[in-house]
């Protein structure tokens, strides 16, 4: 085209064209072709007899992005709240993300944890379905959910890896049963373990990430191969810490917004989804405005962890006792599984 003319329709093309103002349901490409929502409503801790109103709140308030897990022993009500909103709404079913996840007592037998998932959910579907931490535990152990050992350690399944597990994950596909796959809390190292051995991508891989733990690395390795970051304990998990964050609060009062709205919106600046969790009605209509962030909000919110240090919420104690190590010494005896993030690299 004749530069002349292409730069006077770039002139006469609106600004909210060129730069479209983020929004909560703005889709994020995933390499399945479909889309995931910016905004998805967070589940974990939402309780028994609250996240079912405030899924289908959710939803009437123009949340089309919903996340659970089997681990959060909630899905039955998540889908009642799911149905009810979407009534409340007035859009179908195929207008709503869903994502739940693997929990690692079931790495040895996915397409029963995914039908359990789905009958809890009272679903046929889930738009996403993510293994949930990538280290397999005794399906046969003293607890359906945490079994530990007699020494009190985790009882992890060393008969098999998460990659094994991966690749029975990637048949459920055909199943239609998920409609993506994708994992969660894994770091490049396990990004690379998998790729080294698996053909097929994860569509996702939802990881704890804010200001305080903004894993540029994971980031740039994700966006190269084509992974979909999805954000979970954006406002710094039960607690709220990093609200009352003076740098996160001055951006807000810019903005005549609130500090959940900066920390959100910092994720849709990243083309990642973020997934702020609450069970009060006027925080998840407040959760869903995004803010266009510009270039020094963001600045500043990158300096952040190199200025106030690194923050790691969510790490559970997966660990294994070392047989080379004494029983008596409870600290030294238990090793971390390392999952190769550079902050918690050490044991
Ligand atoms: N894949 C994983 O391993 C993993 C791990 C952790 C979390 N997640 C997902 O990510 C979601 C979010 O993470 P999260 O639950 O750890 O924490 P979060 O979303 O960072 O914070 C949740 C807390 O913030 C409060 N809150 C929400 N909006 C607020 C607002 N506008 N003003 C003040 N307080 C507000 C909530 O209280 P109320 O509910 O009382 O309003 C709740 O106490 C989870 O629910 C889950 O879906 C995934």
Not at 19 to 46: E, F
Not at 236 to 254: C, Y
Not at 261 to 274: E, G, K, M, P, T
Request: glycine fraction near 6%.
């Amino acid at each position: 085209m004749n530069p002349a003319l292409a730069n006077k329709i770039l002139k006469l093309t609106p600004s909210s064209i060129l730069h479209p103002t983020p929004k909560m349901d703005t889709p994020l490409v995933l390499n399945t072709g479909a889309t995931i929502p910016a905004i998805g409503l967070g589940t974990w801790q939402s309780g028994p007899g609250e996240v079912r109103e405030a899924v289908a709140h959710a939803i009437a308030s123009g949340y089309r992005h919903i996340d659970t897990a089997w681990m959060y022993r909630n899905e039955a009500e998540v889908g009642e709240g799911m149905r009810e909103g979407i009534k409340r709404a007035g859009i179908s079913r195929a207008d709503v993300f869903l994502t739940t996840k693997l929990w690692c007592t079931y790495h040895n037998r996915v397409e029963e944890a995914l039908d359990d998932s789905l009958g809890k959910l009272g679903e046929e579907y889930v738009d996403l379905y993510l293994m949930h931490w990538p280290v397999p535990m005794n399906p046969n152990g003293n607890h359906p959910a945490f079994p530990k050992r007699p020494d009190g350690s985790r009882d992890i399944d060393e008969s098999t890896t998460w990659i094994e597990t991966y690749k029975s994950m990637v048949k459920l596909l055909a199943t239609g049963k998920a409609k993506a796959i994708g994992v969660s809390n894994c770091s490049v190292k396990y990004l690379q373990d998998l790729a080294a051995e698996v053909g097929h991508v994860p569509a996702v891989n939802q990881v704890e990430l804010h200001p305080f733990l903004p894993q540029h690395d994971l980031i740039e390795y994700c966006a190269a191969k084509g992974i979909h970051v999805s954000a979970y304990s954006p406002l710094g998990s039960t607690g709220t810490r990093f609200m009352n964050d003076e740098t996160v609060q001055e951006i807000a009062k810019k903005h005549g917004a609130s500090a959940a709205n900066v920390l959100i919106s910092y994720h849709v600046a990243r083309n990642c989804s973020a997934l702020p969790k609450s069970v009060t009605p006027s925080r998840i209509e407040e959760n869903a405005k995004v803010l266009d962030l510009d270039d020094e909000d963001m600045e500043t919110l990158t300096n952040l962890a190199k200025n106030k240090g690194t923050i790691r919420l969510v790490y559970p104690p997966f660990g294994v006792r070392h047989p080379s190590l004494p029983n008596d010494e409870p600290k030294l005896t238990v090793w971390q599984i390392k999952l190769g993030f550079p902050d918690k690299e050490e044991v």
